[in-house]
C-alpha cells in the first residue's frame, strides 16, 4: 500500500542558554503511513487518516486521544518534541503529552513526563513540547531539593535515580485531553523533535562544578541579559530604573486609589464595594469610581528564600552568618510539604532577596524598597498590593490592598489533598482560630479605605463531590465532623438497620458506624454522603462570614481562592462570599464561567508565565518559550479577563523570582516581576504597562 509520511516541518526554536541541549535541527518522531495507524491504540475515540491522524474523541474515557504501542525513542540529544496539530472544533482544547520510560510507575508518577498546550479553536499550531533532560550522572546524586534543576532537568527527590524519566530511554507516547466531557476533533499532523547538543557545564566534574550559585543567587555557568556581575553593576541599575519611572510616571485619569475619574461616578462610601453595572461586574473605590484590581501577590522582601541546610557547597560566597550586615539574611524554616526538606525538621534559610537589596540600597534599604514597590506599581499601571504582601509595605497607603488570614485548628483525619488534610469546621479550634485571626487582623485594616478586602486561606483541598463527607466517615470516633455526621444520620434513620439497607452496610449499632474507618460505597450512600459534604462547606463559609462581618462589617470577604473547587463548594461559597476567588494557571480566561444560576463577581487570586532563558531552572506552571513570550501571554490572559463580565480583578503570582534553588518544598520557578537581583523583567513590564494604562478603556469595551 502506498506510504505517506507525515509532514515534517522547519522550526528555528529558540536557544534557550542554560539548557543540556541547543537547537540545531528536527528528527521525525512518528512517519505514519495511512494503515501505520495500526501503532497508535485509540482511547474513547477514533482515529482516521486525513492528512495526519484525526482524533475524534467520545465521552466516556477520562483521558480521551491515544497510546503509540511498539514504538521506542531515544531523545537524549533532543530538547523539545513539536507537535503540528489543528482543532476542528469551535473551543479551545488543551492537549496532554505524555512520555513513559519502562520503568514507570503511574501511582507515584515516577518514571513520567507530562506536558500540555492549548489549540485555539479552528486553528492549526505548532506546539513545543519541553523535554526535560537527564542530569549528568557526575552531578545527579548532589543536586536535590529543587522542582526544576540546571538545564531544565524536573523532578522532585533524586532525579538521577532509576525512577526518575529518563528520555533516552522512552517506550510510550500518550496524547490526550483530561476530562474534556464533551466530544473533540483535532489532527495531529507530524511529531518532530529538536535536535541539540550539551551544554558545557554538564561536562564538569562534580568538584568543578560546585557551587553553582553566585554570591547573588545566580546560576554561575550562564550569561543572560539583566544578569548581575558586580555590587557596582547591581547599584548602576538604580539609576537605569530611575529613568524609566520618570519617563512612564502612572496611567493617567486615575484617582489615589487607581479608581478611573474619566468615568461615571457612583456612590461615595468611603470603602470599596463592587457593584454590577449595565451587565458588568466592578469593583467602586472609596471616591465613587470604577476600579479593576490589577496587581500582584508577594511584595515582600524574602521572594528568594532558600534552604541551605545540607547544601552549603552549593553556594559561592555566603556570608558569615554573624556578619552585622548580612546575619538579618539567615533564617530557619520547617514548611516543606513536598520535596526533599519533608519531614526533615528545621532548615537554615538565607535570604537572597533581601542581600541583593541591602547591596544595592545600603543600610536603608528597607524603606528605599517599600517606597519603591508603591512607585513601581503606579508606573507599571497596577493599583493593588496582593495576598501575602508585608504589611509594612501597603500600610503606606499609597496602593489599595488586600489582607490576608488563615483558618485553622483540627483538622479531618481521613481526608486528604496536595497542601494538607480539610479543616474540620465543626470543631472548636476551627471556630477559634478563624475569631482569633479575623479579629488581628480587623484590628488594623476594618475602617482602612485602602484595604479591598479578606482573602481566607488558600487552594485548600476540597477534592471532589462527595470527598469532604467520605473524608469524614472514614476518620477517628473522635473527630467532631463525624460526630455530628452520625448524629445526623441517627436522627435521619432512627435505627441502624435503616441505614444499612441504604448503605449496604452491616454496622451492629451506631457506635460502631461511629468507630468504623471503612469507606462506604459512594453509590449507595450519595444521598447522605453529598448532604454532609454541603453542610462541611456550609460551615465553613459561614463562620468565617460571620466573624468578619462581626470584626469588619464594611470588608468585603473574597474566599478561599479556589484551586480545585467542586461545584457543591463554589456553590456555597457564593452565599457567602462578596467576591469568589480563584487561582487559574491558564493561558486565557476567554472561557471561564460561574456553575449555572450563579452571579457574583469573581477575582483571580494566582496565575503566572515562565521562561529558561534568563537563568533559572523552572517555568512555573504555565511555562512560555520565552521572555517575549511570557510577556505575550500576560497581555492576552489580563485582556481576556477583562473582556470576562464576571473578573474584577487580577493578581499576578509574583512580585520576584523564587529562589534559584528553590523555597522549603522546592519551587524554583521563573514568575518574578522582578529577578533576585531586583531588576525588572523588560518584556514582561512591557505588557504590564500595555495592559494596565488601558485598562478601563478595555473593561468598558467589553461591556458594550
Given amino acids: 500500500m502506498k506510504k505517506?509520511?507525515?509532514?515534517?516541518?522547519?522550526?528555528?526554536?529558540?536557544?534557550?542558554?542554560?539548557?543540556?541541549?541547543?537547537?540545531?535541527?528536527?528528527?521525525?518522531?512518528?512517519?505514519?503511513s495511512q494503515d501505520g495507524i495500526a501503532v497508535l491504540t485509540p482511547q474513547d475515540s477514533k482515529l482516521t487518516f486525513n492528512s495526519g491522524i484525526k482524533v475524534d474523541t467520545g465521552?466516556?474515557?477520562?483521558?480521551?486521544?491515544?497510546?503509540?504501542?511498539?514504538?521506542?525513542?531515544?531523545f537524549s540529544e533532543s530538547d523539545a518534541l513539536i507537535f503540528d496539530v489543528s482543532n476542528h472544533g469551535a473551543e479551545k482544547i488543551r492537549l496532554h503529552c505524555r512520555l513513559d520510560s519502562p520503568e514507570v510507575d503511574h501511582?507515584?508518577?515516577?518514571?513520567?513526563?507530562?506536558?500540555?498546550?492549548e489549540v485555539e479553536a479552528g486553528q492549526r499550531t505548532q506546539a513545543k513540547v519541553p523535554l526535560p533532560s537527564r542530569l549528568p550522572p557526575q552531578l545527579a546524586e548532589k543536586l536535590f531539593g529543587m522542582r526544576g534543576y540546571p538545564g531544565g532537568v524536573r523532578g522532585q527527590g533524586n532525579v538521577g535515580s532509576a525512577k526518575a524519566f529518563h528520555k533516552d530511554a522512552v517506550v510510550s507516547m500518550v496524547v490526550f485531553l483530561n476530562q474534556p466531557g464533551k466530544e473533540t476533533s483535532w489532527?495531529?499532523?507530524?511529531?518532530?523533535?529538536?535536535?541539540?547538543?550539551?551544554?558545557?557545564?554538564?561536562?564538569?566534574?562534580?568538584?568543578?562544578?560546585f557551587p553553582f550559585i553566585d554570591k547573588f543567587g545566580q546560576f554561575k555557568y550562564d550569561n543572560w541579559q539583566g544578569k548581575v556581575h558586580s555590587e557596582d553593576e547591581l547599584k548602576q541599575n538604580i539609576g537605569k530604573e530611575e529613568l524609566d519611572l520618570e519617563k512612564n510616571p502612572s496611567p493617567k485619569d486615575r484617582n489615589q486609589y487607581?479608581?478611573?475619574?474619566?468615568?461615571?461616578?457612583y456612590e461615595v462610601t468611603g470603602q470599596f464595594r463592587v457593584e454590577k453595572i449595565d451587565g458588568v461586574w466592578w469593583f467602586i473605590d472609596p471616591e465613587g469610581c470604577l476600579f479593576w484590581s490589577h496587581g500582584t501577590d508577594c511584595v515582600i522582601t524574602g521572594n528568594a528564600v532558600t534552604p541551605i541546610t545540607d547544601r552549603e557547597f552549593y553556594f559561592e560566597g555566603l556570608p558569615p552568618k554573624d556578619d552585622p550586615v548580612f546575619k538579618a539574611c539567615y533564617g530557619t524554616g520547617n514548611w516543606a510539604p513536598h520535596n526533599y526538606y519533608e519531614g526533615r525538621?528545621?532548615?537554615?534559610?538565607?535570604?537572597?532577596?533581601?542581600?541583593?537589596?541591602?547591596?544595592?540600597?545600603?543600610?536603608?534599604?528597607?524603606?528605599?524598597?517599600?517606597?519603591?514597590?508603591?512607585?513601581?506599581?503606579?508606573?507599571?499601571?497596577m493599583n493593588t498590593i496582593a495576598n501575602w504582601s508585608d504589611r509594612s509595605i501597603y500600610e503606606l497607603r499609597k496602593t489599595p490592598y488586600t489582607a490576608t488570614?488563615?483558618?485553622?485548628?483540627?483538622?479531618?483525619?481521613?481526608?486528604?489533598?496536595?497542601?494538607?488534610?480539610?479543616?474540620d469546621t465543626f470543631s472548636k479550634e476551627f471556630e477559634e482560630t478563624v475569631d482569633r485571626n479575623v479579629k488581628n487582623t480587623a484590628a488594623y485594616s476594618a475602617d482602612d479605605p485602602w484595604c479591598l478586602g479578606y482573602f481566607v486561606d488558600n487552594e485548600i483541598s476540597w477534592g471532589g463531590e462527595r470527598s469532604l463527607a467520605v473524608g469524614t466517615i472514614t476518620s477517628p470516633a473522635d473527630q467532631p465532623a463525624k460526630i455530628v455526621f452520625v448524629n445526623d444520620l441517627?436522627?435521619?434513620?432512627?435505627?441502624?438497620?435503616?441505614l444499612n439497607a441504604v448503605w449496604g452496610t452491616a454496622h451492629a449499632d451506631w457506635n460502631a458506624l461511629l468507630a468504623s474507618t471503612n469507606k462506604p460505597d459512594e453509590t449507595k450512600a450519595k444521598e447522605d454522603l453529598d448532604f454532609f459534604h454541603r453542610k462541611v462547606a456550609e460551615k465553613y463559609f459561614s463562620t468565617i462570614h460571620a466573624a468578619i462581618k462581626k470584626y469588619a462589617p464594611k470588608k468585603m470577604y473574597f474566599g478561599c481562592r479556589f484551586a480545585w473547587g467542586n461545584e457543591t463548594a463554589i456553590r456555597v461559597s457564593a452565599n457567602y462570599c462578596d467576591v469568589i476567588s480563584f487561582n487559574k494557571y491558564q493561558r486565557t480566561l476567554t472561557e471561564f464561567k460561574l456553575p449555572e444560576g450563579i452571579d457574583k463577581p469573581v477575582i483571580i487570586g494566582e496565575f503566572h508565565f515562565g521562561a529558561l532563558d534568563r537563568g533559572m531552572f523552572h517555568t512555573g506552571l504555565v511555562p512560555t518559550e520565552s521572555q517575549e513570550k511570557r510577556a505575550e501571554a500576560y497581555y492576552e490572559y489580563v485582556a481576556s479577563a477583562l473582556r470576562n463580565p464576571l473578573i474584577i480583578g487580577t493578581h499576578w503570582f509574583q512580585y520576584g523570582d523564587q529562589a534559584t534553588t528553590g523555597r522549603g518544598d522546592g519551587e524554583n520557578y521563573q514568575i518574578g516581576l522582578l529577578n533576585v537581583c531586583d531588576t525588572p523583567y523588560p518584556e514582561t513590564i512591557s505588557a504590564v504597562r500595555k495592559v494596565g494604562y488601558n485598562l478601563y478603556d478595555m473593561r468598558l469595551k467589553s461591556g458594550k
Avoid at 515534517?8 to 526554536?13: D, W
Avoid at 489532527?187 to 564538569?204: D, F, I, M, N, R
Avoid at 488570614?405 to 479543616?423: A, L, V
Fill in 187 to 209: 489532527t495531529v499532523h507530524g511529531v518532530t523533535a529538536a535536535k541539540g547538543k550539551q551544554a558545557e557545564w554538564s561536562k564538569l566534574s562534580a568538584d568543578a562544578f
Fill in 490 to 498: 441517627k436522627e435521619k434513620y432512627g435505627d441502624i438497620k435503616k
Fill in 405 to 423: 488570614i488563615n483558618s485553622g485548628g483540627k483538622r479531618i483525619e481521613g481526608s486528604g489533598g496536595y497542601w494538607g488534610k480539610f479543616f
Fill in 258 to 265: 487607581g479608581g478611573y475619574t474619566a468615568g461615571k461616578k
Fill in 4 to 32: 505517506i509520511t507525515v509532514f515534517v516541518f522547519f522550526l528555528t526554536v529558540l536557544l534557550l542558554s542554560s539548557s543540556v541541549f541547543s537547537a540545531e535541527g528536527v528528527i521525525t518522531v512518528l512517519d505514519i
Fill in 107 to 117: 501511582k507515584t508518577m515516577t518514571g513520567t513526563y507530562t506536558h500540555w498546550f
Fill in 59 to 74: 465521552t466516556k474515557g477520562q483521558w480521551p486521544g491515544f497510546v503509540t504501542k511498539g514504538l521506542k525513542w531515544n
Fill in 345 to 381: 525538621g528545621t532548615y537554615v534559610t538565607f535570604n537572597f532577596t533581601r542581600a541583593n537589596l541591602i547591596r544595592k540600597y545600603g543600610s536603608d534599604w528597607q524603606n528605599i524598597h517599600a517606597k519603591l514597590a508603591h512607585q513601581r506599581l503606579k508606573s507599571w499601571g
